[in-house]
């Protein structure tokens, strides 16, 4: 089982940057691949970023692309989403996913709110 917790949303003007954490535990971290997704009110949810279990592979929504960067530590168990340039069309549900073949999980996602 693993459980993941993420953190860091909350409300920042357009234009502003915010850090989003997701820590995992009860897993061996590295062996998953990790992604962001997020869902906005009466929308789908929808893949914002995702890496490789060694970091060595990203991918990107064309919507964030030069904007947001995915990164992860896997000493620390825990991957990250540095959001700069927020528009409020950003304004979603953040969450956090761990997948490899046969499982997946979601955290309980982070609220963040773009609007002056």
């Known amino acids: 089982q693993v459980h993941l917790v993420e953190s860091g949303g909350g409300l920042v003007q357009p234009g502003g940057s915010l850090r989003l954490s997701c820590a995992a535990s009860?897993?061996?971290?590295?062996?998953?691949?990790m992604g962001w997704y997020r869902q906005a009110p009466g929308k789908r949810r929808e893949l914002v970023a995702t890496i490789t279990s060694g970091g060595g592979g990203t991918n990107y929504a064309d919507s964030v692309k030069g904007r947001f960067t995915i990164s992860r530590d896997n000493a620390k168990n825990t991957v990250y989403l540095q959001m700069n340039s927020l528009k409020p069309e950003d304004t979603a549900v953040y969450y956090c996913?761990?997948?490899?073949?046969?499982?997946?999980?979601w955290g309980q996602g982070t609220q963040v709110t773009v609007s002056s």
């Open positions: 009860g897993t061996i971290f590295s062996i998953y691949h």
């Open positions: 996913h761990a997948q490899r073949p046969g499982s997946d999980y």
